[in-house]
């Protein structure tokens, strides 16, 4: 038992709890909630009352299922409670609560353990991990990391699915801020002086593992991770995506992405579809493992060594 570790990632709007295995870096067990915490944030600038109870109402859930201590656990947070006013009061009540500890992690943290998890993930799935560009589309940021063997380039973007889903709901100009987000990330990549042609293109978190699932004819009640990783997703299978939800009622499309996903799913598609413009690329290769999974290595290789 003392080579296993609990990692906890509480995104803008997941909830991912992973028990990982350290002596064979396998994965034992997994958890995940939508918990929707960065509801109303872009307005209020706080994390709500509502949100507050609903990640505390997870966290229980997830260590009797689990079987874990949530103080036991390494926990990180990220865009969302780097943005809140209220983040200092919102920790301490998790912690009074339930006696789990977050760290809030910065863009560059954030990005270092995404890489490492993709890796390793690489590695496992035998796909070549010398040269890539990395995606990471977050709730409320969205990371791209440039891979070249064992040096990489990172850059936090301020923007993801759920800050850019609110923001558009209010304003309607998602495709003329997406259009200057371009422009930011070409001006990164552009600063790297690399020919990006070496580099494949690998995607991670909800809205690539989503269209994934979807091209294998997987639902959110049947996905299956080890099915999903590795999977080859390109502009075609956006644009059918895209068809599936203007075709679909709401519950249709809950029953293909999950509850609590269906508002956000279309702009993770714009956001996905942007990366594939500005890198120039026909495919990306696609994998469930991220932050969490990161977290979970990080630990294993500073603090589980004999």
């Known amino acids: 038992m003392n080579n296993e570790i609990v990692s906890v990632d509480l995104g803008s709007n997941s909830f991912r709890v992973l028990k990982y295995d350290c002596l064979n870096h396998k994965i034992v067990l997994e958890y995940n909630e939508v918990v929707g915490m960065a509801d109303g ?46 983040s200092k009061e919102v920790l301490e009540f998790f912690k009074n609560e339930t ?80 259009e200057n987000k371009k422009i930011e990330i070409r001006d990164f990549l552009d600063s790297l002086n690399l020919d990006l042609k070496n ?28 099915i999903v990783n590795g999977a080859i997703v390109n502009l075609e299978d956006l644009a059918n995506s895209l068809d599936i939800f203007k075709n679909s009622s709401k519950e249709e499309i809950a029953r293909l992405v999950g509850r609590g996903r269906v508002e956000f799913i279309e702009v993770g598609i714009f956001i996905y579809k942007a990366i594939f413009e500005v890198l120039n690329k026909k495919e990306s290769i696609v994998l469930d493992d991220g932050l969490r999974e990161g977290v979970a290595i990080n630990y294993c290789l500073t603090k589980c060594k004999n």
């Open 199 to 226: 580099y494949s293109f690998v995607a991670t978190a909800g809205t690539p593992t989503t269209i994934a699932a979807i091209k294998l004819g997987q639902d959110f009640f049947s996905y299956d991770r080890n």
């Open 99 to 178: 006696g789990i500890n977050f760290e809030i992690i910065n863009g560059d943290e954030e990005a270092r353990l995404t890489l490492l998890a993709v890796k390793y993930a690489l590695k496992r799935e035998n796909i070549n991990s010398d040269n890539f560009i990395l995606l990471d589309i977050g709730g409320g940021s969205t990371e791209i990391i440039v891979n070249t063997k064992d040096k990489y380039s990172a850059k936090s973007f301020d923007f993801g699915i759920v800050t850019m889903t609110q923001k558009f709901l209010k304003n309607h100009d998602l495709h003329n801020d997406l």
């Open 41 to 86: 944030l872009v307005d209020t600038g706080i994390i709500s009352k509502e949100a507050m109870l609903r990640v505390v109402t997870a966290i229980k859930h997830s260590s009797e299922v689990l079987n874990y201590k949530p103080e036991n656990a390494v926990c990180v947070t990220t865009a969302a409670m780097r943005k809140a006013k209220n």
